[in-house]
């Protein structure tokens, strides 16, 4: 069969044979000729003619790098960048034909679709879809060679061009979802702008970053490129049409898996990073789903005693209902996927992982350790998943992630610390929790969740079994604040008590079906990315180096007499704490853990080295930070926001406090003891900077307690020579007793 005829047979084919290579077109319902045949308005095309329809792409008016004379717009002194041009706003669906003719090693193009998409894609300037004008062969079927949509779509069949100084004839049908370009009458390059086909060209393109990229909106433009060389156009005919049909691309959308539960990442240093991701049978959370029965304390208390998986999970579901079906499920679907990742400027140095196969017996998880990555680097990184019956993407989902500094750089870092989540006390509706957009705004180089992600032992429903509680891990990260969050931002995950097992948990202990070894292993093996040990340390660049404990996997049961073998951290992880903290040179040295070490706490709790039931070890660990300078501790665990300085032995303690208003509990507000600095019985997060001030040479940390909308309510500062007294919010009361000795500053915002 001739070539061109077997291409406009394929162009026929359903949406759904979408492609899943760089190499392949994505296919749309072939436009034809008629497409065009009612205009919905009156053709433009002596305007593009006129000067003042255009402007540059600063605003100002056309330069004098253009002609516009004898009917032609001419690009007569390439600029090679900076010179382009753009037209005012017109119909976002249409039919444009034009000529064009170029000299020797010109690279140039008209773009459509032209709008802005926010200050991290190329500083908000202009960009759109393009149709490619360069010199080349005819033969050149690249992603940027002529009749290409430039760097997403390469042209199907061999190009008829004329020589260089002579007119060709192009031709763009835009409508709805449905893109076509023609070249001296003959359609060479056609795509569909919705699907997985579409996004994974996204995805590894310099438009990676953009949104909705290609479709129509309102305002948008065309440009005329100046990339280097000449260029002259003429014979523009617009015309407006009607928005396409689509239900054609109806059967080219991916009946899945998806990636619903987006990706997640931990344990980040110079050169590598675990990647977690989950395939899904849909693309979100269900979010008009059923009901659990609701179970008072007492009948839960009674339940977690029994042992029954099934009798576990039916007495909380309605008659005749499954997971499937009940509010917020995202269930899992095997698949096969992938991950393709690569510095963010730097697309020629993309490498993908082997594909993996996911499994019920693993909750569809899978996860990679990527290594050999470069120092304090922010990196984009694409998931792709496919049915494990077919070779095409059914899903693309774009990520990314930032590896720490080398140890000897001097660089600003900004972080944010956060803790108790759960799905029943979320506080922005269906998208989740309101601290994530909030975080998002400070663009902070990691975050810190440290710890109680989700409550097993709090209701609707009480996760008795492992089902319910990979349920509840399903449901939390399907709520797009908190998975759009995690997957563009590198974090480090610390597991508590109650995303363990229950509330105070230790080995040895059951919770309905489940023991305190199963959901160790839930956490550390399947549900986050793993590590061994899990605890680390990683240098933030030369003045800042961070600890992340592990505050359950080696403790000893809560009801052990206390004493000098009674412990949290364990002999192993206490000994590299002491010796890597030793050993440091960081200006300032941070130690993230899940539950406090200075407190206070209250005096009913039994389960942190700031309670007397762990005082021994956890005095031992207060004298020995006492010995160092700049050490400083933050913790989770606690529903309250606190700030506190054990003047005897100089140790400061922040407690991040709830991630959402409905969870703020536990402390009486203004209960302010002496060794409190800032008191807040509200929800919200921390953040943290390091700075180097001009003209100084020495690092600043400052670190900020925030409402769950990000408004600063404290500020500590350390690190300046003179730290006076600090002040207090209006919601804090005043300490019973001074401490000596300067303080960093602390004021209400």
Same mark, same amino acid.
């Given at each position: 069969?001739?070539?061109?005829?077997?291409?406009?047979?394929?162009?026929?084919?359903?949406?759904?044979?979408?492609?899943?290579?760089?190499?392949?077109?994505?296919?749309?319902?072939?436009?034809?000729?008629?497409?065009?045949?009612?205009?919905?308005?009156?053709?433009?095309?002596?305007?593009?003619?006129?000067?003042?329809?255009?402007?540059?792409?600063?605003?100002?008016?056309?330069?004098?790098?253009?002609?516009?004379?004898?009917?032609?717009?001419?690009?007569?002194?390439?600029?090679?960048?900076?010179?382009?041009?753009?037209?005012?706003?017109?119909?976002?669906?249409?039919?444009?034909?034009?000529?064009?003719?170029?000299?020797?090693?010109?690279?140039?193009?008209?773009?459509?679709?032209?709008?802005?998409?926010?200050?991290?894609?190329?500083?908000? +300037?202009?960009?759109? *879809?393009?149709?490619?004008?360069? $010199? /080349? %062969?005819?033969?050149?079927? &690249?992603?940027? @060679?002529?009749?290409?949509?430039?760097?997403?779509?390469?042209?199907?069949?061999?190009?008829?061009?004329?020589?260089?100084?002579?007119?060709?004839?192009?031709?763009?049908?835009?409508?709805?979802?449905?893109?076509?370009?023609?070249?001296?009458?003959?359609?060479?390059?056609?795509?569909?702008?919705?699907?997985?086909?579409?996004?994974?060209?996204?995805?590894?393109?310099?438009?990676?970053?953009?949104?909705?990229?290609?479709?129509?909106?309102?305002?948008?433009?065309?440009?005329?490129?100046?990339?280097?060389?000449?260029?002259?156009?003429? +014979?523009?005919?617009? *015309?407006?049409?009607?928005?396409? $049909? /689509? %239900?054609?691309?109806?059967? &080219?959308?991916? @009946?899945?898996?998806?990636?619903?539960?987006?990706?997640?990442?931990?344990?980040?240093?110079?050169?590598?990073?675990?990647?977690?991701?989950?395939?899904?049978?849909?693309?979100?959370?269900?979010?008009?789903?059923?009901?659990?029965?609701?179970?008072?304390?007492?009948?839960?208390?009674?339940?977690?005693?029994?042992?029954?998986?099934?009798?576990?999970?039916?007495?909380?579901?309605?008659?005749?209902?499954?997971?499937?079906?009940?509010?917020?499920?995202?269930?899992?679907?095997?698949?096969?996927?992938?991950?393709?990742?690569?510095?963010?400027?730097?697309?020629?140095?993309?490498?993908?992982?082997?594909?993996?196969?996911?499994?019920?017996?693993?909750?569809?998880?899978?996860?990679?350790?990527?290594?050999?990555?470069?120092?304090?680097?922010?990196?984009?990184?694409?998931?792709?998943?496919?049915?494990?019956?077919?070779?095409?993407?059914?899903?693309?989902?774009?990520?990314?992630?930032?590896?720490?500094?080398?140890?000897?750089?001097?660089?600003?870092?900004?972080?944010?610390?956060?803790?108790?989540?759960?799905?029943?006390?979320?506080?922005?509706?269906?998208?989740?929790?309101?601290?994530?957009?909030?975080?998002?705004?400070?663009?902070?180089?990691?975050?810190?969740?440290?710890?109680?992600?989700?409550?097993?032992?709090?209701?609707?429903?009480?996760?008795?079994?492992?089902?319910?509680?990979?349920?509840?891990?399903?449901?939390?990260?399907?709520?797009?604040?908190?998975?759009?969050?995690?997957?563009?931002?590198?974090?480090?995950?610390?597991?508590?008590?109650?995303?363990?097992?229950?509330?105070?948990?230790?080995?040895?202990?059951?919770?309905?079906?489940?023991?305190?070894?199963?959901?160790?292993?839930?956490?550390?093996?399947?549900?986050?990315?793993?590590?061994?040990?899990?605890?680390?340390?990683?240098?933030?660049?030369?003045?800042?180096?961070?600890?992340?404990?592990?505050?359950?996997?080696?403790?000893?049961?809560?009801?052990?007499?206390?004493?000098?073998?009674?412990?949290?951290?364990?002999?192993?992880?206490?000994?590299?704490?002491?010796?890597?903290?030793?050993?440091?040179?960081?200006?300032?040295?941070?130690?993230?853990?899940?539950?406090?070490?200075?407190?206070?706490?209250?005096?009913?709790?039994?389960?942190?080295?700031?309670?007397?039931?762990?005082?021994?070890?956890?005095?031992?660990?207060?004298?020995?930070?006492?010995?160092?300078?700049?050490?400083?501790?933050?913790?989770?665990?606690?529903?309250?926001?606190?700030?506190?300085?054990?003047?005897?032995?100089?140790?400061?303690?922040?407690?991040?406090?709830?991630?959402?208003?409905?969870?703020?509990?536990?402390?009486?507000?203004?209960?302010?003891?002496?060794?409190?600095?800032?008191?807040?019985?509200?929800?919200?997060?921390?953040?943290?900077?390091?700075?180097?001030?001009?003209?100084?040479?020495?690092?600043?940390?400052?670190?900020?307690?925030?409402?769950?909308?990000?408004?600063?309510?404290?500020?500590?500062?350390?690190?300046?020579?003179?730290?006076?007294?600090?002040?207090?919010?209006?919601?804090?009361?005043?300490?019973?007793?001074?401490?000596?000795?300067?303080?960093?500053?602390?004021?209400?915002?």
């Amino acid at each position: 069969m001739p070539i061109k005829k077997l291409f406009l047979c394929l162009c026929l084919v359903s949406a759904s044979l979408q492609v899943a290579t760089a190499q392949e077109t994505p296919p749309a319902q072939q436009l034809t000729e008629q497409s065009a045949d009612k205009p919905t308005e009156q053709a433009i095309d002596q305007r593009f003619l006129d000067p003042t329809f255009w402007s540059c792409i600063d605003g100002r008016p056309v330069l004098d790098n253009w002609q516009f004379a004898d009917g032609e717009v001419r690009l007569f002194k390439p600029r090679g960048g900076g010179g382009s041009i753009v037209s005012e706003p017109l119909p976002a669906n249409f039919d444009l034909t034009w000529e064009w003719k170029i000299e020797k090693r010109t690279n140039s193009g008209l773009k459509y679709r032209v709008g802005r998409f926010g200050k991290a894609m190329f500083n908000n +300037g202009y960009l759109g *879809v393009e149709y490619q004008i360069i $010199d /080349d %062969a005819p033969d050149s079927q &690249g992603k940027g @060679s002529t009749a290409s949509i430039y760097d997403l779509v390469p042209p199907a069949v061999e190009k008829k061009l004329n020589p260089l100084g002579q007119w060709n004839q192009a031709r763009v049908i835009a409508r709805g979802n449905h893109l076509q370009h023609f070249v001296n009458g003959e359609l060479v390059t056609t795509s569909a702008t919705i699907g997985p086909g579409w996004e994974k060209s996204i995805a590894l393109s310099k438009f990676y970053g953009a949104k909705h990229f290609g479709t129509p909106k309102g305002g948008d433009r065309i440009m005329l490129t100046d990339h280097g060389g000449k260029v002259s156009y003429r +014979g523009f005919r617009f *015309v407006g049409v009607g928005p396409a $049909d /689509d %239900a054609a691309l109806a059967d &080219g959308l991916s @009946s899945g898996p998806f990636l619903g539960n987006g990706m997640r990442n931990s344990w980040a240093d110079q050169s590598s990073i675990v990647v977690w991701t989950r395939t899904t049978k849909t693309a979100g959370m269900l979010t008009a789903g059923k009901e659990f029965v609701s179970l008072s304390s007492r009948e839960a208390a009674a339940l977690s005693k029994q042992s029954d998986p099934e009798k576990l999970l039916s007495r909380q579901l309605p008659e005749g209902a499954d997971l499937e079906q009940m509010i917020g499920a995202c269930p899992g679907a095997a698949g096969r996927v992938r991950l393709t990742y690569f510095p963010a400027k730097s697309r020629n140095q993309a490498k993908s992982t082997d594909w993996v196969e996911t499994n019920a017996e693993q909750d569809f998880t899978a996860q990679w350790k990527l290594q050999g990555l470069r120092p304090g680097v922010q990196y984009a990184l694409v998931a792709e998943v496919q049915s494990l019956d077919a070779d095409r993407p059914s899903a693309i989902l774009r990520g990314g992630f930032e590896t720490a500094p080398a140890p000897s750089a001097e660089r600003d870092v900004a972080f944010c610390v956060t803790t108790c989540h759960d799905f029943i006390r979320r506080d922005d509706g269906m998208k989740g929790h309101q601290i994530y957009p909030a975080m998002s705004k400070l663009r902070p180089n990691f975050v810190v969740h440290a710890g109680d992600i989700e409550y097993y032992d709090k209701p609707d429903p009480w996760a008795v079994t492992k089902d319910l509680m990979r349920f509840k891990w399903q449901r939390i990260f399907a709520l797009p604040n908190n998975r759009d969050f995690y997957s563009k931002t590198t974090s480090y995950f610390i597991k508590d008590d109650h995303d363990t097992l229950k509330n105070d948990c230790w080995v040895g202990q059951t919770y309905g079906s489940v023991s305190f070894e199963e959901g160790v292993k839930l956490f550390n093996e399947e549900q986050f990315p793993s590590r061994a040990p899990r605890y680390q340390t990683v240098h933030w660049g030369k003045d800042l180096q961070i600890w992340i404990l592990e505050g359950r996997d080696y403790r000893s049961p809560n009801d052990m007499p206390d004493g000098p073998e009674k412990s949290i951290l364990g002999a192993e992880q206490k000994q590299w704490l002491f010796e890597t903290l030793q050993q440091s040179k960081a200006k300032f040295k941070l130690v993230f853990s899940p539950t406090p070490i200075v407190g206070p706490d209250r005096a009913n709790k039994r389960d942190n080295h700031a309670n007397e039931i762990f005082a021994v070890e956890g005095q031992e660990i207060r004298e020995f930070l006492g010995t160092l300078e700049n050490v400083i501790v933050l913790c989770g665990d606690r529903h309250w926001q606190y700030a506190s300085h054990n003047a005897q032995l100089d140790l400061w303690e922040f407690g991040c406090g709830p991630g959402s208003e409905k969870h703020q509990l536990g402390w009486k507000p203004g209960d302010q003891r002496p060794v409190h600095r800032f008191l807040r019985v509200k929800g919200g997060f921390l953040s943290g900077e390091l700075r180097y001030p001009k003209g100084t040479g020495q690092p600043v940390l400052k670190l900020q307690h925030r409402t769950v909308q990000g408004d600063s309510v404290s500020e500590f500062e350390f690190g300046r020579k003179e730290q006076p007294q600090p002040s207090l919010p209006t919601d804090s009361q005043p300490p019973a007793a001074q401490v000596d000795g300067p303080q960093p500053t602390a004021s209400d915002k």
